[in-house]
């Protein structure tokens, strides 16, 4: 079965500087998806990166960039000049999409503060 | 596009009550999902529809746990004889044809 782990519970980053969460999956798989998804308190999770495992690039999404290691099974997401509204809970999730209903496995989570 | 929409935010109920979640997906996407989220964790996979057919339910959805998609509209999400175990943030999401989840804003059940 897939899991995703998150070993940072909570990290914290001072305003404008950079931070990078972590996360590690386990997968047979050789065709997958990975994502990141940033949960505001008492709002709705939202996108933040999505890489396909075929790629070897690293996705980027302004600010946001990730570091993917296929071999070692990591997928870490870097943040750049942080700003308050970063701060979140951010959820690591695996997808198998061509898998039976390609069904998000997410890991635990690492909430983020800002500081300013 | 308004997004994924779901109904209500928030839900008190007694021990033993049945409650009923309403989740209505965007319009063109054929993909609907239900998740739970208990407090420092992650979502963890329910239920997810194709169109109107149901076609996976992980352990988690036990006999007191029902969903439909009629139409392949929208979705509903009923909790039979509720349990103090079942409170809990209930997330739908969608997808269509791109490679990733919309949420919603999720219910917050709080049985008591």
């Known amino acids: 079965a897939q899991t995703v782990t998150q070993s940072q519970p909570e990290m914290s980053v001072q305003e404008a500087e950079t931070v990078t969460l972590s996360c590690t999956y386990d997968?047979?798989?050789?065709?997958?998806?990975l994502f990141w998804y940033k949960q505001p308190p008492s709002r709705q999770m939202i996108l933040v990166i999505r890489q396909e495992a075929y790629k070897q690039q690293n996705a980027t999404e302004n600010r946001f960039s990730v570091n993917f290691q296929k071999a070692a099974k990591s997928f870490s997401l870097k943040i750049s000049d942080s700003q308050l509204g970063d701060a979140a809970m951010y959820f690591c999730?695996?997808?198998?999409?061509w898998g039976t209903g390609n069904q998000f496995y997410f890991g635990t989570g690492t909430s983020l503060t800002v500081i300013p | 596009d308004t997004g994924v929409s779901q109904n209500p935010r928030h839900k008190i109920t007694k021990r033993g009550q049945n409650v009923t979640f309403r989740c209505d997906p965007i319009s063109e996407h054929n993909r609907l999902y239900w998740y739970r989220q208990t407090l420092g964790q992650g979502p963890e996979f329910l239920t997810y529809?194709?169109?109107?057919?149901?076609?996976?339910k992980s352990r988690l959805l036990s006999d007191r746990f029902s969903a439909e998609r009629p139409k392949g509209s929208f979705s509903t999400l009923e909790i039979q004889r509720t349990e103090q175990g079942d409170s809990a943030m209930y997330l739908c999401?969608?997808?269509?044809?791109?490679?990733?989840?919309?949420f919603g804003s999720g219910t917050r059940l709080t049985v008591v």
């Open positions: 529809f194709q169109n109107e057919a149901q076609l996976e």
């Open positions: 997968t047979s798989e050789s065709d997958y998806y």
């Open positions: 999401a969608s997808t269509g044809a791109n490679y990733g989840y919309t």
């Open positions: 999730a695996y997808s198998n999409w």
